[in-house]
């Protein structure tokens, strides 16, 4: 056995029937001997579990960071983005399934320590490395270690995760982290079960502890599926309750779907409920509600809550132009929620 590909797990313990039990993430796999959990890369060799997606990265790519999508952190620069095979949710829409789905064994991943992930964000001159493409939980083990280097090296740590996690889990995982963009898949449980194979609330509870109990910042997005959760009234609803139970300063991204894994009978995304979820956002009372993977600049530029002054102006990805001071708008001098410098 390989040391480099293999190691330890955290977050387990015994149970009988020579199986183990993964405490992880809220799917609580029992786990027979020689057999994975849900995500692949748990696996249970001679009764102890070991993950295999530790070190084991499936590549490595500089994106903007706009394309995480984070706009209110560090906008404009880029970041080292990563992430393994597998994952611990079964979207039947997923977007990038191809990672997701792949077993640790099966993929095409080269050792890299967390020291080599870090040193590889300093070569790079970026500021900030995101775990992302599949949902880093499952590699927690490894997030905390690169995570911990990084914050001692002045590097950022960014979670482009589902929220799928424990709640004792989430406090070592998220220690090191600094922003964080959460998948909220959906506002019903009836999507979630049959389509993500989880469940609404522990996200929920996720984004509450992010907000109340952490000072990380995070942005929420939700893709819009037509016929599944798109409808205004569920919006609303969403709406209602990312305003009642994180206020009104947290930042959504609504983006669009296209037809991808095990719903390519799905027609993509029409722009234009895209722009009436964000209108139906914005009329409610939420300040910062922008667009994705469609070509809409007005409707990914950032605006003053308090004058209107268009402040960072974007197309798709890119910053165009970036007229925030020190935190405020220069006109009104509104204080404009995000981690800027």
Excluded at 77 to 100: P, V
Excluded at 226 to 240: A, G
Aim: hydrophobic share 35%; net charge neutral; aromatic share 12%.
């Amino acid at each position: 056995m390989n040391e480099k590909n293999i190691q330890v797990a955290k977050w387990w313990q015994e149970t009988d029937h020579n199986k183990i039990l993964c405490t992880l993430c809220p799917r609580y796999c029992k786990i027979g001997r020689g057999q994975s959990g849900f995500c692949f890369i748990r696996q249970n060799l001679n009764d102890t579990l070991y993950t295999t997606g530790y070190g084991k990265p499936i590549g490595f790519a500089i994106d903007p960071i706009e394309k995480k999508p984070l706009n209110h952190f560090y906008p404009g620069s880029d970041i080292l983005s990563f992430g393994t095979a597998g994952c611990n949710l079964g979207c039947r829409f997923c977007q990038n399934w191809s990672m997701s789905k792949a077993k640790s064994d099966a993929s095409n991943a080269l050792y890299a320590s967390p020291e080599d992930v870090v040193a590889l964000a300093h070569e790079y001159k970026v500021p900030s490395i995101a775990y992302t493409y599949n949902d880093p939980t499952i590699f927690g083990e490894y997030v905390i270690d690169i995570s911990k280097i990084g914050r001692q090296e002045g590097i950022k740590s960014v979670m482009v995760t589902n929220g799928y996690i424990d709640k004792e889990a989430r406090k070592q995982v998220y220690q090191n982290i600094d922003a964080a963009n959460i998948d909220l898949k959906a506002f019903t449980e009836r999507f979630y079960r049959k389509l993500t194979f989880a469940h609404l609330k522990d996200v929920l509870d996720t984004l509450i502890w992010l907000k109340k109990d952490t000072d990380i910042w995070f942005e929420i997005t939700t893709l819009l599926i037509p016929h599944q959760n798109d409808s205004q009234e569920e919006i609303k609803r969403m709406v209602d309750w990312i305003l009642q139970h994180l206020g009104s300063d947290i930042p959504i991204h609504f983006t669009a779907f296209h037809p991808d894994f095990k719903m390519t009978d799905t027609p993509p995304t029409p722009p234009q409920t895209l722009q009436k979820a964000r209108k139906t956002a914005i009329d409610m009372g939420i300040k910062y509600c922008y667009v994705g993977n469609i070509m809409d600049s007005a409707s990914q530029t950032t605006y003053c809550p308090g004058c209107g002054k268009p402040l960072i102006e974007r197309s798709w990805h890119n910053v165009s132009n970036n007229l925030i001071a020190d935190g405020y708008c220069p006109d009104c001098h509104t204080a404009i929620n995000g981690i800027w410098t």
